[in-house]
């Protein structure tokens, strides 16, 4: 990339966005766009990953198509480049109405938009793809990438027609942006999308001004009112969230009465009530909001104070997710996790939902039964499944290789895999998946009932090592000297949080020359990936079961882990 391309980005970035100068990791990964490459951006919430195609968006010729997995961040989005003199941005989705949605295809026909957002389920209609190809895209953006990964926490069946979808409109540039990738992750990523010689930008996942605390319980009413009054009592704005509506309902309730301004989001309120509360809380009317996980994705507001946990979510990449919502201006911020134990055994059920074998062999007997390809609106006629459900499923088969789609986006079985073998294979790697979750829960419990630093737990769950050697000085393990009163005292077996340590932490434990992100072999669970790794203790991402922690004395003296 030659300097006068470096010096138009900067340019373009002060004249429409106002921004006076970019941050080193951001024009290494605009000038990669610049150049036409495929690129993989791993930053921290808040460090401005949408920078990095809203600069070279006005640059290149041709629109830029953004995938966003939410209506009401395409809307943000949207809204904030309008404000932008010489940025014009527009959105299709089901929010609309064909002939709003209609309009917009005109305009970007006209070439009258520089960006379009859409969600993932609109690229499954073919009429979009169409007009996508006809319109020839400069660059494809996938943001929240981590949903494309099967990996990743918050994986979303409907993302892994992405990859076809790019071939179909022309092959343009992916860009895929995320904030919680670890490396297995970006791998998938990578693979899911068929990036080709990827420009890979990571950045790490510190956010050092929020501090980490967590507070236990054994009783569920002493948990209900602590969180009411940590809420009431940290500063403005800030948000909680809960496990259920219901809970998000009566958290939001009792802080009302305490006179402060609150409001509840989940999943059961209206469009355009779940709007609202979005957007009083952007415009500071709202000193709470009390939300499932269904709020917060992309959230764009800088100032909020803290963000509390009423209860733990399933995985520690949720938590981070939910967590950077905090502290995005960069000041002293908070995240709390109010953490009882039981409460995870519901999250443990959650992980368990995976097609069932039967409902895979329902759907691989229709396609080989079917008469040559099969249009995946006829396939969902035939099987009776919801359109997520039968995505699910059409997903496992094309990992095994069952099931392949052609050009024009139809479903062509293989030859020679019989519906029996093709559901067996592909409840085996649905098996996988749910011990995989089944492990993050596990993981999520190492983290609230850890004895050392919680900074060093998290960052080494993401493979990045802390550069502090013991303490970060914020969090709460790290700034008191012993645990809080109400907490509980957790033993050396259940620090790993993954069913305990194969062996006793406590023997010999040598020189720990096995390094985060190196490729390791074990005798039982298969090939591996080292997350993190400490004198004593090394944590591996195993294909086959998910995350396990294992004593290095008692790996070396059994021979347990081979480097790959």
């Known amino acids: ?57 006005l640059l290149l010729p041709g629109p830029t198509v953004v995938v966003s997995p939410l209506i009401a961040l395409q809307r943000d989005q949207v809204q904030g480049l309008l404000r932008r003199e010489g940025a014009d941005a527009a959105a299709v989705n089901s929010n609309q109405t064909e002939r709003q949605n209609a309009a917009v295809w005109d ?15 609109q690229l499954v209609k073919e009429e979009v793809i169409d007009q996508l190809a006809a319109v020839r895209p400069a660059l494809f953006v996938v943001d929240e990438a981590q949903c494309v990964s099967a990996w990743g926490h918050d994986f979303r069946p409907e993302y892994l027609r992405l990859g076809h979808v790019v071939e179909r409109i ?26 080709r010689e990827v420009s890979e930008i990571v950045t790490g996942f510190d956010r ?38 219901r809970e998000a309902e009566d958290y939001a309730e009792e802080l009302g009465l305490l006179g402060l301004d609150t409001a509840a989001y989940h999943a059961g309120l209206s469009a355009q009530e779940r709007s609202d509360v979005h957007d009083r809380f952007l415009e500071g009317a709202l000193d709470i909001v009390v939300a499932t996980s269904a709020f917060g994705m992309g959230i764009d507001k800088p100032d909020v104070r803290f963000v509390l946990h009423a209860s733990a979510p399933g995985s520690l990449d949720a938590y981070y997710q939910e967590i950077g919502r905090a502290g995005r201006d960069g000041k002293p911020s908070r995240a709390i996790l109010a953490y009882r134990p039981k409460d995870l055994g519901l999250q443990r059920f959650f992980a368990s939902g995976r097609p069932d074998q039967d409902t895979v062999t329902q ?94 737990f998290l960052l080494g769950y993401f493979g990045e090592a802390s550069e502090e ?32 340590l194969i062996g006793e932490p406590s023997l010999p434990p040598g020189e720990n020359t096995i390094l985060p992100g190196a490729s390791v072999q074990h005798e039982r669970w298969g090939r591996g990936s080292v997350m993190s790794g400490e004198k004593e203790r090394v944590t591996v991402l195993f294909d086959s079961v998910g995350y396990r922690t294992l004593s290095l004395a008692v790996a070396r003296e059994q021979g347990l882990l081979t480097l790959l």
Not at 8 to 37: I, N, S, T, Y
Request: overall charge positive; some cysteine; glycine content about 8%.
């Open 107 to 121: 305009q970007i026909s006209a070439g009258g938009v520089d960006f379009l957002f859409l969600a993932p389920e």
């Open 363 to 456: 759907v691989a007997r229709v396609l080989k039964e079917h008469d040559g390809p099969m249009h995946p609106g006829l396939l969902r006629k035939r099987t009776r499944l919801t359109a997520s459900r039968l995505t699910a499923v059409v997903n496992l088969l094309e990992q095994v290789s069952a099931v392949r789609t052609n050009d024009a986006g139809e479903l062509v079985p293989t030859e020679g895999f019989s519906a029996s073998e093709a559901a067996s294979q592909a409840a085996e790697r649905a098996n996988a998946h749910k011990r995989l979750e089944r492990s993050r829960v596990d993981m999520m419990r190492g983290y609230a009932e850890t004895n050392g630093c919680r900074r060093r």
């Open 208 to 245: 050092p001004n929020i501090d980490l605390e967590v507070i236990a319980f054994r009783d569920v009413a002493a948990k209900r009112r602590a969180v009411v009054e940590r809420a009431a009592a940290e500063a403005k704005p800030g948000l909680v969230y809960a496990a259920t509506r």
């Open 469 to 500: 050697a013991e303490s970060c000085g914020s969090c709460d393990r790290c700034t008191s000297a012993e645990a809080d009163g109400r907490g509980l005292t957790m033993g050396p077996e259940v620090l790993a949080g993954t069913g305990g």
């Open 1 to 57: 990339m030659t300097s006068s391309s470096s010096r138009r980005l900067r340019r373009r970035a002060k004249d429409v966005f106002g921004w006076q100068q970019l941050r080193p990791e951001q024009l290494v990964a605009m000038e990669a766009v610049m150049e036409r490459r495929d690129t993989l951006v791993v930053m921290p919430t808040g460090a401005g990953k949408s920078a990095v195609y809203q600069v070279p968006g």
């Open 170 to 195: 022309g092959r343009p540039p992916v860009l895929a942006l995320t904030a919680s990738a670890a490396a297995p992750v970006r791998r998938d990523i990578v693979a899911q999308l068929g990036m």
